[in-house]
């Protein structure tokens, strides 16, 4: 089954003591993590704690500074980037949104935008598009070509609570249909897509990792936000024993501060990935105080004169093969 972590499913990407090192100092260090055929592994993580990152080291935009990153041959990978670099002052169209980067075949623009519920926006103007919509365009590009590996940086980023729903809906219809490979980047430190595999939470570098407990079983879940919202969406509660500081230090339960929390610096008792259902006693969730909840960029992250980002709207198929710094 496809929704079932399956370890015999092939690894798309793998990667190995990774670091990307930057400006005199490393972004992210010691990231481990594989995701095969058909699995869903979600990112989560503080501002800055370097989940793009990962995820550019992952497919190849990063090349990273020291560990290892096997991808297989010719892996095709359809990403969407948490920003994009698009004029908006020109007009855009869906349709053409799709083949910016890249042409694409009538048809395969027709089915992707039919899969994402788009064909009766494909002649809409991008800038005119809610944020869901937007999403649901993004994702049409992105799986056009046909991609074995997707990566989404925040694609719920904009989208109000039943179009987080929707386009979790969405993303899981995408993996079941196709049997991609799925690197999700949430915005969100406790709440996950409930068909995740894995979860990984980084700080620069892997703090924890688990399965996200599903939530369907939970009556009080249910009653706050119905059946829908409860297959969809899961929690992700963690222990940590040590406190994220707004400025991305990391104050220790012996009160010491340091730059990062590394596993093996004797700080943590790591009681990691100890995931527990809503009804439960959670010996600590991460709140406002701490520093260590995201704060919910709600904005359309396009148009509208938002900032324009570095990022570029497409990817070419990657070759495949290893990275080796
Ligand atoms: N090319 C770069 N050169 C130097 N520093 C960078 C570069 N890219 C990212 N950074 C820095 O690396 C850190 C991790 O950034 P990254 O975008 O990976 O974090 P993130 O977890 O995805 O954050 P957010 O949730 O805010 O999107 C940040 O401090 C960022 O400023």
Redesign the pocket.
């Known amino acids: 089954m496809l929704n079932t972590l399956n370890h015999a499913a092939e690894p798309l990407v793998s990667l190995e003591s990774v670091g990307?090192h930057?400006?005199g100092?490393w972004?992210?260090r010691g990231v481990d993590f594989t995701v095969r055929r058909g699995e869903i592994v979600t990112?989560i993580?503080?501002?800055?704690?370097?989940?793009?990152?990962?995820?550019?080291a992952a497919i190849g935009v990063?090349k990273p500074d020291e560990g290892r990153v096997s991808r297989i041959p010719d892996l095709k990978v359809g990403y969407v980037p948490?920003k994009l670099a698009i004029d908006w002052t020109l007009p855009l169209t869906v349709r053409r949104l799709m083949t910016l980067t890249g042409p694409l075949a009538q048809r395969d623009v027709d089915a992707a935008l039919a899969a994402v519920g788009m064909s009766a926006l494909a002649g809409a103007e991008v800038q005119h598009l809610s944020g869901g919509e937007f999403q649901r365009a993004l994702l049409a590009r992105a799986i056009a070509r046909k991609p074995d590996l997707l990566v989404l940086?925040?694609p719920v980023q904009g989208v109000d609570f039943s179009g987080e729903l929707a386009l979790y809906d969405l993303i899981k219809q995408i993996r079941n249909a196709t049997g991609c490979g799925i690197l999700l980047?949430s915005?969100d430190l406790h709440v996950v897509m409930a068909e995740t595999d894995t979860v990984i939470c980084?700080n620069?570098h892997v703090c924890c990792r688990g399965t996200p407990q599903a939530v369907s079983q939970s009556p009080e879940y249910m009653r706050l936000f119905g059946a829908r919202a409860a297959q969809t969406i899961a929690l992700y509660s963690h222990h940590h024993d040590h406190t994220h500081l707004p400025d991305?230090r990391v104050q220790h339960a012996d009160g010491s501060i340091t730059d990062h929390c590394h596993a093996e610096d004797g700080h943590h008792d790591h009681r990691h990935g100890v995931l527990h259902g809503v009804g439960e006693e959670r010996p600590h969730v991460h709140g406002p105080d701490c520093g260590h909840l995201?704060q919910q960029e709600r904005g359309h992250g396009h148009g509208h004169g938002l900032p324009v980002a570095?990022e570029t709207t497409g990817l070419p198929n990657l070759k495949g093969g290893e990275d080796r710094a």
């Open positions: 990307v930057r400006n100092r972004l992210v990112l993580g503080p501002n800055g704690s370097g989940k793009s990152t990962s995820a550019k990063l948490q940086d925040e980047i915005h980084l620069g991305g995201h570095e």
